[in-house]
């Protein structure tokens, strides 16, 4: 599968921007859905999952309640709302798919795969 991430772009503190992650080649729907995010000389961090019926969600303590993370299984996508942005969130933001259909979500980076290429969300002070 094939993972496409967009909608990032620059945004000053206080605002909102809505990410979406399009999977080609299969369906995602039975695999639980990550997203996460790397600022230059940072580790990737995880940000937000979703199972694959979008019953289950996790966040980073950072983005609960700021961030929604939610999927559209018929469109085979995966969006990520922010809200109330932060300078502090400005990385590039990936999706990725859990290696396994199994349930539940996970939070670790390892257990994921088909990373996208990223788009780029900058929060301006």
């Known amino acids: 599968v094939q993972l496409q991430a967009s909608g990032g772009g620059l945004v000053q503190a206080g605002g909102s921007l809505r990410l979406s992650c399009s999977a080609s080649g299969r369906t995602i729907s039975s695999r639980a859905m990550g997203w996460f995010r790397q600022a230059p000389g940072k580790e990737r961090e995880f940000v937000a999952a979703?199972?694959?019926?979008?019953?289950?969600?996790d966040y980073a303590d950072s983005v609960k309640g700021r961030f929604t993370i939610s999927r559209d299984n018929a469109r085979n996508t995966v969006y990520l709302q922010m809200n109330s942005l932060k300078p502090e969130d400005t990385a590039v933001y990936y999706c990725?798919?859990?290696?396994?259909?199994?349930?539940?979500?996970?939070?670790?980076?390892?257990?994921?795969?088909?990373w996208g290429q990223g788009t780029l969300v900058t929060v301006s002070s």
């Open positions: 990725a798919a859990d290696k396994s259909a199994r349930a539940g979500v996970r939070v670790e980076v390892s257990p994921y795969e088909n």
């Open positions: 979703i199972s694959g019926s979008g019953g289950i969600t």
